[in-house]
Nanobody, 121 residues
Framework: VQLVESGGDSVQAGGSLTLSCTVS????????MGWYRQAPGNVCELVSS???????YYMDSVTGRFTVSEDVPKNTIYLQMNSLRSEDTAMYYC????????????????WGRGTQVTVSS
């Protein structure tokens, strides 16, 4: 099983980024997936998720700005991030929901290694 994130970058506040997470070793059509983030000194927090039945969740602070989607044939999920704020600065991780584990801890659950998003004001 492998999850690989990409798309992180440094942008100005108000800018946009699209993160991608390509998975292998399992398929998205029967897997819930999540995007988490962790800033230095902060907890690992669930930003958005898309369950196997298509139910979508967003944390309050990103609702209306972020959009999660998936391309099942490509085994890839996306996080479109608009109107970025400095408080969105963090390492972003994708994970297979309910696989256990935590941001940045290798060997536990199904997680990618993360992609850094830095937003400057």
């Amino acid at each position: 099983v492998q999850l690989v994130e990409s798309g992180g970058d440094s942008v100005q506040a108000g800018g946009s980024l699209t993160l991608s997470c390509t998975v292998s070793g399992f398929t998205l059509d029967d897997s819930g997936m999540g995007w988490y983030r962790q800033a230095p000194g902060n907890v690992c927090e669930l930003v958005s998720s898309i369950s196997s039945d298509g139910t979508i969740y967003y944390m309050d602070s990103v609702t209306g700005r972020f959009t999660v989607s998936e391309d099942v044939p490509k085994n890839t999920i996306y996080l479109q991030m608009n109107s970025l704020r400095s408080e969105d600065t963090a390492m972003y991780y994708c994970t297979k929901l309910r696989s256990g584990g935590y941001c940045g801890i290798p060997g536990l659950g199904y997680w990618g290694r993360g992609t850094q998003v830095t937003v400057s004001s």
